[in-house]
């Protein structure tokens, strides 16, 4: 086994080698033998062990029985105490995710805190056919079927390719101790039931069983590249950056969308990144009336028109009045602007403004419109109410949200900015007192 698991290394992980590794341990044979196959093929490890309390007495045994493990072949160990229960009940989830959650994200402070590359976990193949089971009893998409992956960012599962059976040949083959879990024989858990009860019965059947799913993986891998590669063409076709945030915020065309021969099935890839679950109503939302939306938990899907605007939801509410000083040069929030005096001409662009500092009251403001504001667009004649101007200039229910308002003291409208400057506060030309005000976008 450590041979194969060499050459294994060798050909997947070369990646590991010089490394500094924290190797995840519960005490059980799995984690036992990965910790002591990498300690003889002498890696730079570390172990990191979880006492979740779920198990009384047990569970101290395993956090006494992994430092002993760790302190005779002189390996720094990591050992943390949980209360998962009251984690679990706090944040509405089951506790085995509440557990998963809290080991991971322990795991992941202290590869920050100690410097290390990479995290390893001792599942194996049956757990990845466990798995596998348990998704198509939940009801999954491709995801879900093409198994634990190998590496997932700096967390690395070597021992998939062997079998339970092989991790515990080896183990009594080599004389190593292991704590054995009680509560892994207990069928309320369904991974337990799919392990005791569902699985012996389909190696019955098929004695290779693990062979013959291992290259279903394969084949299924192989078909969810092919997939990817497709669904990447087509969101390039779909998908538009928009607005101020074209990193995050994007213009689906719904008449490309509906060209697809089968647009839900097309969109759960598309969209599932931004955590969309309803795809049945994100179908229905392609026939909706414009300002009709769906919100994710990051995300919402707007209607707007002949599209679809997919914008980040922002999580802290956004201060929606800032000032802008007298004497103030440039400014980052909530957007950036620069200011200068003493320019030689000027120069026409729709994200520069002239003004006269002579019809300022300070400080200016900087707000979201509301209800009832107006202003004296240059190049028109009177007073046109913001709505108004909105809906001529077509603007999206997005681009409304989005849209800052530079105000005077007094809440008069100097520019929409980065669209039209109010004519009263226009200067034609340059003088002292003139002010250019420059919307920096990039």
């Given at each position: 086994?450590?041979?194969k698991?060499?050459?294994?290394?060798?050909?997947?992980?070369?990646?590991?080698k010089?490394?500094?590794?924290?190797?995840?341990?519960?005490?059980?044979?799995?984690?036992?033998?990965l910790?002591?196959?990498?300690?003889?093929?002498?890696?730079?490890?570390?172990?990191?062990?979880?006492n979740?309390?779920?198990?009384?007495?047990?569970?101290?045994?395993?956090?006494?029985?992994?430092?002993?493990?760790?302190?005779?072949?002189?390996?720094?160990?990591?050992?943390?105490?949980?209360?998962?229960?009251?984690?679990?009940?706090?944040?509405?989830?089951?506790?085995?995710?509440?557990?998963?959650?809290?080991r991971?994200?322990?795991?992941?402070?202290?590869?920050?805190?100690?410097?290390?590359?990479?995290?390893?976990?001792?599942?194996?193949?049956?757990?990845?056919?466990e798995?596998?089971?348990?998704?198509?009893?939940?009801?999954?998409g491709?995801?879900?079927?093409?198994?634990?992956?190998?590496?997932?960012?700096?967390?690395?599962?070597?021992?998939?390719?062997?079998?339970?059976?092989?991790?515990?040949?080896?183990?009594m083959?080599?004389?190593?101790?292991?704590?054995?879990?009680?509560?892994?024989?207990?069928?309320k858990?369904?991974?337990?039931?799919?392990?005791?009860?569902?699985?012996?019965?389909?190696?019955?059947?098929?004695?290779?069983?693990?062979?013959?799913?291992?290259?279903?993986?394969?084949?299924?891998?192989?078909?969810?590249?092919?997939?990817?590669?497709?669904?990447?063409?087509?969101?390039?076709?779909?998908?538009?950056?928009?607005?101020?945030?074209?990193?995050?915020?994007?213009e689906?065309?719904?008449?490309?969308?509906?060209?697809?021969s089968?647009?839900?099935?097309?969109?759960?890839?598309?969209?599932?990144?931004?955590?969309f679950?309803?795809?049945?109503d994100?179908?229905d939302?392609?026939?909706?009336?414009?300002?009709?939306?769906?919100?994710?938990?990051?995300?919402?899907l707007?209607?707007?028109?002949?599209?679809?605007?997919?914008?980040?939801?922002?999580?802290?509410?956004?201060?929606?009045?800032?000032?802008?000083?007298?004497?103030?040069?440039?400014?980052?929030?909530?957007?950036?602007?620069?200011?200068?005096?003493?320019?030689?001409?000027?120069?026409?662009?729709?994200?520069?403004?002239?003004?006269?500092?002579?019809?300022?009251?300070?400080?200016?403001?900087?707000?979201?419109?509301?209800?009832?504001?107006?202003?004296?667009?240059?190049?028109?004649?009177?007073?046109?109410?913001?709505?108004?101007?909105?809906k001529?200039?077509?603007?999206?229910?997005?681009?409304?949200?989005?849209?800052?308002?530079?105000?005077?003291?007094?809440?008069?409208?100097i520019?929409?900015?980065?669209?039209?400057?109010?004519?009263?506060?226009?200067?034609?030309?340059?003088?002292?007192?003139?002010?250019?005000?420059?919307?920096?976008?990039?």
């Amino acid at each position: 086994m450590q041979h194969k698991l060499e050459q294994h290394i060798s050909t997947n992980f070369p990646f590991l080698k010089e490394k500094k590794i924290l190797i995840a341990i519960s005490g059980g044979v799995d984690s036992v033998v990965l910790t002591q196959l990498f300690f003889d093929l002498k890696y730079d490890i570390s172990l990191a062990h979880c006492n979740f309390k779920l198990r009384d007495q047990e569970s101290e045994l395993d956090a006494l029985f992994v430092k002993d493990f760790a302190k005779k072949r002189s390996i720094t160990c990591f050992s943390k105490s949980f209360d998962t229960e009251k984690f679990a009940k706090e944040h509405k989830q089951s506790t085995q995710i509440a557990a998963r959650n809290l080991r991971y994200k322990w795991f992941q402070e202290l590869c920050l805190q100690n410097n290390f590359d990479f995290i390893l976990t001792a599942h194996h193949a049956d757990d990845n056919l466990e798995t596998f089971l348990i998704n198509l009893t939940r009801g999954s998409g491709l995801d879900g079927f093409t198994g634990i992956p190998k590496v997932h960012k700096n967390i690395v599962r070597p021992l998939l390719i062997f079998s339970r059976d092989e991790i515990l040949n080896f183990a009594m083959e080599n004389k190593i101790v292991w704590r054995e879990d009680q509560s892994n024989t207990s069928l309320k858990y369904t991974r337990n039931k799919i392990r005791h009860q569902v699985v012996p019965i389909l190696k019955e059947i098929n004695p290779s069983l693990l062979n013959s799913f291992s290259k279903t993986i394969e084949n299924l891998q192989g078909t969810q590249q092919v997939l990817a590669d497709q669904i990447q063409e087509i969101k390039s076709k779909i998908f538009r950056p928009f607005g101020t945030k074209a990193e995050e915020s994007f213009e689906l065309d719904i008449q490309e969308i509906t060209k697809l021969s089968n647009p839900k099935a097309y969109l759960f890839p598309l969209l599932r990144p931004y955590h969309f679950t309803e795809f049945n109503d994100i179908v229905d939302l392609l026939k909706a009336q414009s300002g009709k939306k769906i919100v994710s938990k990051t995300h919402q899907l707007l209607k707007n028109r002949t599209s679809l605007l997919l914008t980040k939801i922002d999580q802290k509410p956004t201060q929606q009045i800032y000032h802008l000083e007298e004497n103030a040069t440039a400014i980052t929030q909530p957007i950036s602007l620069h200011l200068k005096k003493g320019f030689e001409k000027i120069e026409k662009d729709k994200n520069t403004i002239y003004i006269s500092k002579e019809k300022l009251t300070f400080p200016l403001i900087i707000r979201k419109w509301k209800n009832g504001d107006s202003f004296y667009p240059v190049g028109m004649k009177g007073c046109k109410k913001l709505s108004k101007y909105f809906k001529d200039e077509k603007y999206s229910l997005l681009e409304k949200k989005e849209a800052w308002l530079l105000c005077n003291n007094n809440q008069e409208i100097i520019w929409i900015i980065g669209k039209r400057q109010d004519s009263r506060f226009y200067a034609s030309t340059v003088s002292e007192t003139t002010i250019q005000i420059n919307l920096n976008i990039e």
